[in-house]
């Protein structure tokens, strides 16, 4: 499949904003998706967007799409212990959802 | 409610034994898939399947079969399962192929010893 890139670990402070970052070679993508998947858990849809959108807000998540530099970000804002997960990145690719390997979210209090 | 549902959820098996993964969704769906997640490797596609009797090879197909008899369940087979397979598996579901609103199952951690 095609390349979905994304840092492995990130670590961040208790109520302090979380960015995590993606990148990926298909641009013909159309959606593009955040899962979050806690230990032991399966995956949990954060939410996703439309390749013809910039930009979507969903209370503390915020995601932004760069379609030209193929590049998409996910922030969270005044991140929670309880945020701490894995995050996948995924974008469509023909008939399958290419996944990123994940960053590892660790929340500090 | 919605819903993909994998079993077995968890399974130890020993090399050579044949296994079956069922899957099976309520919601209609045309498109389903099957993954399986290594630690650094993200998720990769196994099979997918476009429609009843319609299925074809995902990213990495070796030593697995599928079968869709039926809209609603979509099976993944081990015929001779190798410790390499020991793998967290992940059933995917999708009222088609754009990649809009897929659906998960919660995962069936296999472990072939």
């Known amino acids: 499949g095609e390349d979905v890139e994304q840092s492995l670990f990130l670590s961040v402070r208790e109520g302090d904003s979380s960015v995590i970052n993606c990148t990926y070679t298909?641009?013909?993508?159309?959606?593009l998706y955040w899962y979050k998947q806690e230990p032991g858990a399966g995956l949990q849809l954060l939410t996703y967007i439309f390749s013809n959108m910039d930009m979507k807000q969903d209370q503390r998540l915020t995601v932004l799409l760069n379609k030209k530099d193929k590049h998409l970000s996910l922030r969270i804002a005044d991140t929670q212990t309880g945020d701490s997960a894995i995050y996948f990145c995924a974008v469509t690719s023909g008939y399958a959802l290419n996944f990123g390997k994940g960053t590892s979210l660790l929340v500090t209090p | 409610e919605a819903q993909v549902t994998q079993n077995p959820r968890y399974l130890i098996t020993v090399t050579g034994k044949k296994l079956t993964v069922t899957c099976s969704q309520n919601m209609n769906h045309e498109y389903m898939s099957w993954y399986r997640q290594d630690p650094g490797l993200g998720l990769r596609q196994i099979y997918y399947s476009m429609n009843v009797e319609v299925t074809d090879k995902g990213d990495v197909p070796e030593g697995y079969k599928v079968s869709r008899k039926e809209k609603r369940n979509f099976p993944l087979i081990l015929e001779s399962p190798s410790p390499n397979q020991t793998s967290l598996y992940f059933c995917?579901?999708?009222?088609?192929?754009?990649?809009?609103?897929?659906?998960f199952g919660e995962g069936s951690w296999l472990t072939v010893v």
């Open positions: 298909d641009s013909s993508s159309t959606y």
């Open positions: 995917a579901s999708s009222m088609d192929s754009s990649g809009n609103t897929i659906y």
